[in-house]
């Protein structure tokens, strides 16, 4: 819904087909809406999972990548769990991956995030990797599933749609990409709730001014000839990568000489996280 206001299966999604309907609305809008997606079983495994992570993991939560004022957050995800395999290798998700990038595309990183209750800081307006689509076309796709609501007060993700086509980043534009913009609008939903967003349209979180935490896990995706955000191959263990099915080992682009050349010099790379 928009509101105006501020473990080694064989993947089948060769053969998944989009309607028509979601295909304009993810090449038109730039984002599409599954609500209701993710199963109950589905749910409580990744909100669970990511809960002992979280207290695993203590301080070093999210060291992997780069951290965020006023925010929580897991990576490199895909190492600690087969839900997260599973999540990053949904069909239809990878369809619709599929329908932003084209066939040739990989995981780029896996995160949770989860906003702290009562503050005040929002993400400026971005583009993914600080990017805009090339002569080959979009670049970079985010699946965010919705663990929690996502409501007008709870820091929801906002939008301005169809800026994806802009041709402009927006801080090239706006004097303050971090202010409220006249256009945006925001992705409301239930938990369980999946949103798949060409991020190449401008985009950021907002406030959570409600006393709980509001939690997300965000599966980022690619095109083969760009730099992963976090390198799989460098982050998840021997053991892990050994026991990866080859689709799964081609997602995350575990066996391709090109990306080991990208992304041993380029990963890490955030549309506003500096």
Avoid at 198 to 208: D, E, F, I, K, Y
């Amino acid at each position: 819904m928009i509101s105006d206001k501020h473990n080694g299966q064989k993947m089948k999604h060769e053969n998944f087909e989009l309607t028509d309907a979601e295909k304009r609305q993810l090449d038109e809008e730039g984002f599409l809406v599954l609500e209701d997606y993710a199963s109950p079983e589905m749910l409580s495994a990744l909100r669970g999972r990511i809960a002992e992570l979280f207290v695993e993991q203590g301080e070093r939560a999210g060291s992997e990548f780069k951290q965020e004022p006023d925010t929580d957050r897991l990576a490199n995800l895909v190492n600690h769990g087969g839900v997260f395999e599973r999540a990053i290798a949904e069909p239809k998700l990878l369809a619709c991956v599929r329908q932003v990038l084209g066939d040739e595309f990989k995981l780029s990183s896996l995160n949770a995030r989860s906003t702290r209750p009562n503050t005040s800081t929002v993400q400026p307006l971005h583009c993914d990797t600080g990017a805009l689509p090339d002569e080959r076309g979009n670049t970079v796709c985010n699946v965010i599933w919705m663990l929690d609501d996502f409501t007008e007060e709870n820091g929801a993700t906002r939008l301005v749609l169809g800026t994806h086509r802009a041709g402009k980043l927006p801080q090239e534009v706006l004097v303050d990409p971090a202010a409220p913009h006249p256009d945006e609008k925001l992705v409301l939903g239930k938990a369980g709730t999946v949103v798949v967003m060409n991020t190449h349209l401008w985009h950021g979180g907002t406030a959570n001014r409600t006393d709980k935490p509001r939690l997300a896990l965000h599966s980022f995706y690619c095109r083969r000839d760009q730099p992963q955000q976090q390198y799989q191959k460098q982050l998840l263990s021997r053991e892990v990568q050994q026991r990866l099915g080859e689709d799964l080992r081609r997602l995350l682009a575990l066996d391709d000489p090109l990306n080991d050349k990208l992304s041993s010099q380029f990963s890490g790379r955030s549309g506003f996280m500096k």
